[in-house]
C-alpha cells in the first residue's frame, strides 16, 4: 500500500492565481480531510469528506473548494490564492468508523508570492 | 466548541532524562484524547488515544498520557527519552460519537521536544 499520497511536494504561486493539491489513497478509507500547518497554530481543518459526493467545511474553509467523485481522490482546489494561504497542507484519511486515527500524508508546502 | 492548549512550545532535555509534555482541553462534550507526533520532513502519526477505560494509556514505544477529566487534562510523559524522540508533539480532541463534532479532530499548537546527547 502507498498509503497517503499528495503532490505536489513544493509549488511556488503567485497572488490570484489557481492551482489543484492533489490527495490520494488506496486504503479504502471512507474519511479524508485536508488540514493546513502554520507555525503556532498547529492544524486547523479545512474540509473534509465523509464519502464519496459528501464533503463539509472545517474550521477554515474560506478560498478552499472540494469535491470528492471517488472514494480514493480529494482534491483541493484554491482558487485565487493570497499570501495569507502559505502554509504546509496535509492530506488525511481514515476509516469512518475510527475517524479519529487519521493517516497523514506527507505534506505539499505551499507559498504564495 | 472544544479547544486545545499545549503549554509548552519547546521542550529541551537531555538524553534518558524524563520528560512530560502538557495538554489542557476544554469541551462541553464528552471527549476523546490523542497525541500525534510529526517527525521532521513528514505528516503526523499517531502516537497514543484516549476513548473509555483506564485513564493511563500507553504508546509502543514507551510514551504514556493520563486522562485527568477534574483537571481537563492529557499530558504526555516518558521516564527516559532516546534522541529518537525527537519531534513535534500534537495534542488532538474530538467529540465522542454519536455527537456533532464526532471525527473533527481539534489540534493543539504543538510542543516541539528536542532530545540533546
Known amino acids: 500500500n502507498a498509503g497517503v499520497t499528495q503532490t505536489p511536494k513544493f509549488q511556488v504561486l503567485k497572488t490570484g492565481q489557481s492551482m489543484t493539491l492533489q490527495c490520494a489513497q488506496d486504503?479504502?478509507?471512507?474519511?479524508m480531510s485536508w488540514y493546513r500547518q502554520d507555525p503556532g497554530m498547529g492544524l486547523r481543518l479545512i474540509h473534509y469528506?465523509?464519502?464519496?459526493?459528501?464533503?463539509d467545511q472545517g474550521e477554515v474553509p474560506n478560498g478552499y473548494n472540494v469535491s470528492r467523485s471517488t472514494t480514493e481522490d480529494f482534491p483541493l482546489r484554491l482558487l485565487s490564492a493570497a499570501p495569507s494561504q502559505t502554509s504546509v497542507y496535509f492530506c488525511?484519511?481514515?476509516?469512518?468508523?475510527?475517524?479519529?486515527?487519521?493517516?497523514f500524508g506527507p505534506g505539499t508546502r505551499l507559498t504564495v508570492t | 466548541a472544544q479547544s486545545v492548549t499545549q503549554l509548552d512550545s519547546q521542550v529541551p532535555v537531555f538524553e534518558e532524562a524524563p520528560v512530560e509534555l502538557r495538554c489542557n482541553y476544554s469541551?462541553?462534550?464528552?471527549?476523546?484524547l490523542f497525541w500525534y507526533v510529526q517527525y521532521p520532513n513528514q505528516g503526523l502519526q499517531l502516537l497514543l488515544k484516549?476513548?473509555?477505560?483506564?485513564?493511563l494509556v500507553e504508546s509502543i514505544n514507551g510514551f504514556e498520557a493520563e486522562f485527568n477529566k477534574s483537571q481537563t487534562s492529557f499530558h504526555l510523559r516518558k521516564p527516559s527519552v532516546h534522541i529518537s524522540d525527537t519531534a513535534e508533539y500534537f495534542c488532538?480532541?474530538?467529540?465522542?460519537?454519536?455527537?456533532?463534532?464526532?471525527?473533527?479532530?481539534?489540534f493543539g499548537q504543538g510542543t516541539i521536544l528536542t532530545v540533546h546527547p
Open positions: 488525511a484519511s481514515s476509516y469512518y468508523r475510527s475517524p479519529y486515527e487519521q493517516y
Open positions: 486504503m479504502n478509507h471512507e474519511y
Open positions: 469528506s465523509v464519502g464519496a459526493g459528501i464533503t
Open positions: 469541551s462541553s462534550v464528552s471527549v476523546y
Open positions: 484516549y476513548l473509555s477505560g483506564s485513564t
Open positions: 488532538a480532541v474530538s467529540g465522542s460519537a454519536g455527537g456533532t463534532s464526532y471525527g473533527k479532530l481539534t
